[in-house]
Structures are given as C-alpha cells and as structure tokens.
C-alpha cells in the first residue's frame, strides 16, 4: 500500500505521518483504521480510486467501530457505484461481509443510481445499457418510471426517436407522474417533426394543453394541435384550435394568419365558400408568404365556382400583382383567367392566357401538362364553333335563294 500511495507523488506531510503509522505500527495502533479512512480520502482526491477501494477494504477487515464501518463503506459504495459503475461487484463485496445485507429497495437504488449517473455525465450508451439492465432485474422497481424517462431522453438525444417515443408512450399509458407532462410534449414533438404521425402528434398535443397550466406551454401545445389536426384532416380539432390560436394573446401575427389559412382551407374543403373566403383574406391581408399566394388563387377558385366570373376576374388579377415570388400561384390565376374567358365565349383571350402560361412556366411540368389539357379542350371548342358557322352560313344562303322563306 505504501508503493501505491508514494506513486502518487504526494508529498503531504499528514498523509506521510498517516502511511508511517500504517506500515510502522500496523494494527496495533488505535489509529490504525483512522489512519486508513485518512488515507482513502486522500488518494481518492489525487485520482487514485482503485488505491482508495484498498484503503477502505482494508478498514473493513479489520473489525472497524460502526463510525468507520459506515464512513468506509460510504467510500466504497462511492467508488463502485459513481466511479466504476459496478453494481454487480458492490453487491458481490457486500455479500462477502459477514452479517452485513442490502434490502432489496437498497439493490434496486443502487442499480438505478447507476445509470442515472451515466446519464448525468452524458455517457448515454452505458446510460441506455444500464436502464435497461434495471428494467430488466426490476420491472417493478421503485424507480421504474425514472428508468423509462431517462432512458427515452438519452435515445433521444442520441436520435434515435422510435424508441424514445416508445418509452415516453409507456409513462404516458401509466397515466398521472412526475414524468407525464414532460413524455407528453417530447413525444408530441418526436412524432410531429420526426416520424410525421401527425394523428399521434395531436394526440399528445391534446393531452398536454388539457394538463399544463403554464400560458407560453399551453398556447404552444394549441399551435401544435392544430397544425396536426390540419395534416390529419381533423376538422372539427382544426376549428377549435384555431380559434384558440387566433385568440390567444400570445400568438404572432404570421401564427394568426396560418390560423386563418387553415380555418380557410378546412371550410373550402368542405363547400363553404363564404367562410372559406373570409378567413382566406384574412390571411392574404396580414401575410405575404406562400400561404398568402395560395388563398389569393383560392379566393377567385372559389368566385369562379360561384359562377361570380367578375369576382373571379378581378381576384386573379390581384394574385398576378400580388403573388410575383410565388409564381406557381401566378400560373394557377392565369389558367384560371382563361377558364373565365372561354364561360364568356371569349376563345381569343382564352388561348392568349394559355399560351402565355406555356411560354413562361416551362420549368413546372405540372403546369405545363395543365396548360396543354387546357388548350387541347379549348381547340375542340374552337374546332366546333368553326363547324357551326359554316353550316349556318349554307343556310341562310339557301333561304335567300327561296326568297326568304
């Protein structure tokens, strides 16, 4: 022992004094354990664990009072459980000591205060191999939901999201604990943002804003709700959450108008163009984005299909104007445009809209293929006019040469 403690290089005068009574009078000295303890701590401090461990083995064997019992088996639990990390080979120590035992509660602590502290160092490998490994010994361990949640933060931070959403779901099915709300919102994000399963994502959003009672927390799981409700298709979450958004003093005015433009397309979804328009303006007054380009063509769609072609003439123009960084929702207004003219019989103008699309949208094929079909049923209808005429001129010739009659 003393060649371990002199390769530390200390040079300490109390610890010297410590190793002479150790080596010199060994056990016969009252100090003796004293000494010992001293001399743990010290080589502890200078790094040197493995040499501490032997130092307070040492005490143990040598029939300590309950004082250094308790303080060198503090040292050794320290050492085996925070620095090595082996609970195995704490409980097989403990075992070898004659009338000492550990309660299964102190078994299952020991354990999970592990992993727990790989997880406080950021060690989340072993952190993930040591939850598990408690789980497993302890599926009904008193820290059993601390080891789901802590396992779930460390596949999480480790990006592994399908399995942290497996942990948080399972604190999530206990129902009511310390760890509830916290699951609720990282899997809400996992699974909106990562995995896309937007029906689960509005279903922890919901949960969430049903128990939070922090302002900033609950109009954000709102925003969240919503924005899934709409991805889902859930229209009746979409109406309630946008309002919610749209009221809420805590919303910007871009999360309003996005509220607006999905309250828009929910009503137009289901024909109702009054509303549908109402919210689109909504939006196309208070955002100059793509979701503002697209309820300015979704306005005149929705005159157009009123049959208010005026309406409907007069709002493309507007998105011509308006929409020149989005000019997908340009070309859209001009094909729309020339739907318009052919309602009026207006072929010429028609046409000029058509090919206008397809002389200046060559790089959005979907357009383009759009612009085409369009033209090609505008030709048949130019095709058809042109046979109409001709026979109604042979007729009117004829009736002349009768004499009008």
């Not at 040079?11 to 002479?20: E, F, R």
């Not at 137009?268 to 503002?292: G, L």
Request: net charge negative; with cysteine; charged share 25%.
């Amino acid at each position: 022992m003393g060649d371990t403690y002199q390769a530390s290089g200390s040079v300490d005068k109390a610890a010297a004094s410590y190793l002479s009574l150790v080596e010199n009078e060994g056990k016969k000295s009252q100090y003796y354990n004293n000494a010992l303890l001293r001399l743990g701590l010290l080589t502890y401090n200078q790094g040197d664990i493995n040499g501490a461990l032997a130092y307070y083995k040492r005490v143990m064997s040598n029939e300590p009072n309950p004082k250094e019992r308790g303080e060198a088996m503090l040292g050794i639990e320290e050492i085996y459980i925070k620095d090595l990390g082996q609970a195995d080979n704490y409980l097989a120590y403990v075992d070898s000591i004659p009338g000492f035992e550990l309660t299964e509660f102190s078994r299952d602590s020991l354990n999970y205060t592990i992993a727990k502290n790989f997880y406080l160092n950021a060690d989340y490998k072993k952190a993930i191999s040591s939850f598990s490994d408690y789980l497993n010994r302890f599926p009904k361990g008193f820290y059993r939901t601390d080891a789901f949640y802590y396992r779930a933060d460390c596949y999480n931070l480790n990006k592994d999201y399908g399995l942290a959403v497996k942990d948080y779901e399972k604190i999530i099915e206990q129902g009511s604990s310390a760890y509830l709300e916290r699951s609720l919102i990282k899997a809400a994000i996992i699974a909106y943002n990562y995995s896309q399963n937007f029906n689960d994502a509005l279903t922890y959003y919901k949960k969430y804003e049903s128990l939070i009672t922090d302002e900033t927390e609950k109009y954000n799981a709102q925003l969240g709700a919503l924005r899934s409700a709409f991805r889902t298709g859930v229209d009746k979450d979409v109406y309630d959450y946008g309002l919610k958004v749209i009221g809420s003093k805590l919303s910007s005015n871009e999360e309003k108008a996005s509220a607006y433009y999905y309250l828009g397309k929910t009503h137009y979804k289901n024909n109702d163009s009054e509303q549908a328009i109402a919210a689109f303006e909504k939006v196309a007054s208070m955002s100059n984005n793509s979701q503002a380009a697209e309820s300015r063509y979704l306005i005149a769609e929705a005159y157009f299909k009123a049959g208010q072609y005026k309406s409907a003439e007069n709002q493309c123009n507007i998105t011509n104007e308006a929409s020149g960084n989005y000019p997908f929702w340009v070309a859209k207004s001009i094909i729309l445009l020339s739907d318009i003219y052919v309602k009026r019989n207006d072929l010429l103008n028609a046409r000029a809209a058509l090919e206008a699309v397809i002389e200046n949208f060559k790089d959005d094929e979907g357009i383009i293929n759009t612009a085409n079909a369009k033209l090609k049923q505008l030709e048949g209808i130019e095709a058809e006019q042109s046979r109409v005429k001709p026979a109604a001129s042979n007729l009117l010739e004829m009736q002349n040469l009768n004499g009008g009659n």
